[in-house]
């Protein structure tokens, strides 16, 4: 499991989205300080105001229980950790902690340092530079605000106050507010954001599991099914059901096309095989048994002749002679099967092969009432091959094709021309750059049965009319000229017979 695509694939989106969401979150989190400490300096920053406003004209009489008291109401209110106020030379004059009074404050403080970091302290400084956070004496973190309680004409003018005219700052103004609350939402913030985390890890890992299994993982496994049934040598079954158009079902649909083409080039090495040892066995059982049956054939013969007055064994005899001449000719077609003779290769016109086989057997069509039908190309396509050879396959497919008409008459259509991709054969190349042949007849058609057996030696349709050659020496031939072979039956609808030879590059067309 830790090796398989989906679990890597599982664990680098895990890790992504991880870091993703820990960079979002961590953003999300410094957005919701930001905001919140904002909202604590605006409501501080109102708050000293408002007490400035609040204690401005009982300062401006030196009413100190007034302020006291003021203080002290503003300061009970919740979150309000402090509210005290220094005098210019830092002495604490009020506080919401009565331990504070008196107290000299060290102008190098986290309240006091913004201002006096020069020898000239500071006589204005921005709202967002007058705030600090810091961690109190209880431990819990606090922020505090200061706010400058300036020198006015009412205050320097008044009998009863001594302050120079040339004072700016009479004192400060400082506010510690409590942020257990902002703490306690950002805490609140984070485990949302790691429950939210959490979640969203296990629905992309779920999510990322079900889209492997069904996009990658269920094709693959089918491809690799496929290919345990190809190793076990049944190339036919190793078929792989292609899903979609992308990449995968690309490769899909490639070792489909890989697998027809062993399939075919199976077929054909076990074909090349079947007609190798049958010719090696046919060339020496055929050269033993063809003197002994011509002697039995003259003998019967002779005997026949004499038997004319005896007609039980003029009958035997006309069977020994007619079983003698069908092993004769079965032997002959062992020995045109098994030949081995050099093809004398040359250009020839396609056209005039196919007049030259059509003549031959024209007669013989004619007694069976079977018309010849020539469409024939113009421009006939020139081939590379020995005619003779061309000749005795065109010559094979037309008997064929008379066999299967029949004697209830018919036609037989020949056809010539430029190959095209409809007339490819499966497994194979494509047939451009061929010249086509193209017989088709009328007659009762090919089984499926049949068609899986059509090119193996000694398998007939005929029944005893036929030796199941003729086939396999055509199939022998084209294989030799690089060509290819078609067939396309259907039980009573005929047969067509699609001969497709490499166009010699020299002569092309005439």
């Not at 065109?394 to 020949?414: E, R």
């Not at 007849?441 to 005929?462: H, Q, R, V």
């Not at 022998?476 to 259907?490: A, N, P």
């Amino acid at each position: 499991m830790s090796n398989g695509i989906s679990y890597k694939l599982i664990v680098a989106t895990c890790g992504v989205a991880f870091a993703i969401i820990a960079v979002f979150a961590y953003l999300m989190l410094d957005a919701q300080r930001r905001q919140l400490l904002a909202e604590v300096e605006r409501s501080a920053n109102q708050l000293s105001e408002t007490i400035k406003s609040s204690t401005h004209y009982d300062m401006l009489h030196n009413r100190s229980e007034s302020v006291h008291r003021i203080i002290n109401t503003i300061g009970a209110q919740e979150g309000i950790e402090k509210v005290r106020i220094f005098n210019k030379e830092g002495e604490i004059i009020r506080s919401t902690d009565p331990g504070d009074l008196g107290h000299m404050v060290d102008q190098h403080t986290e309240a006091c340092d913004m201002c006096h970091t020069v020898d000239k302290p500071l006589e204005r400084v921005p709202a967002s530079e007058r705030t600090r956070i810091f961690t109190a004496a209880n431990g819990t973190r606090t922020f505090g605000i200061i706010n400058p309680i300036y020198n006015e004409p009412s205050c320097w003018q008044s009998d009863c106050h001594a302050h120079s005219e040339t004072q700016k700052v009479l004192g400060v103004l400082d506010i510690s507010m409590s942020l257990e609350e902002v703490e306690s939402n950002i805490q609140a913030g984070r485990v949302r954001l790691l429950i939210f985390a959490l979640i969203a890890i296990a629905a992309i890992s779920f999510i990322m599991n079900w889209l492997v299994k069904q996009i990658v993982l269920k094709p693959v496994g089918d491809i690799a099914k496929a290919t345990r049934t190809a190793a076990g040598g049944d190339l036919t079954e190793a078929i792989v059901k292609v899903h979609g158009d992308d990449e995968i079902g690309k490769l899909a649909a490639s070792f489909n096309v890989m697998m027809e083409r062993l399939a075919e080039a199976q077929r054909q090495l076990l074909q090349s095989d079947k007609l190798a040892s049958l010719g090696r066995l046919a060339a020496g059982v055929a050269h033993e048994i063809n003197n002994p049956l011509t002697g039995v054939l003259t003998y019967s013969s002779f005997l026949l002749k004499n038997a004319e007055n005896q007609p039980e064994l003029k009958e035997d005899l006309e069977v020994i002679v007619r079983e003698t001449k069908r092993c004769r000719e079965i032997v002959k077609g062992l020995l045109d099967f098994s030949r081995q003779s050099a093809s004398a290769a040359r250009p020839a016109p396609v056209n005039e092969i196919v007049r030259n086989a059509c003549r031959i057997v024209e007669h013989q069509l004619s007694i069976q009432k079977i018309q010849i039908d020539m469409k024939l190309e113009e421009e006939s396509p020139v081939v590379n091959a020995d005619m003779m050879q061309i000749e005795q396959v065109l010559v094979n497919l037309l008997v064929n094709a008379a066999d299967a008409i029949g004697d209830n008459g018919g036609t037989i259509t020949v056809e010539t021309g430029i190959a095209t991709a409809e007339d490819a054969v499966n497994g194979r190349p494509s047939p451009e750059g061929m010249a086509r042949i193209r017989v088709t007849d009328t007659g009762c058609g090919i089984s499926a049965e049949g068609m899986n057996k059509l090119f193996e030696p000694f398998y007939s349709t005929k029944g005893m009319k036929g030796t199941g050659l003729g086939l396999a020496i055509v199939w022998g031939i084209i294989e030799k000229h690089h060509g290819q072979l078609k067939v396309d039956s259907r039980v009573g609808s005929g047969t067509t017979l699609t001969v497709l030879l490499p166009i010699a590059r020299s002569a092309g067309i005439i």
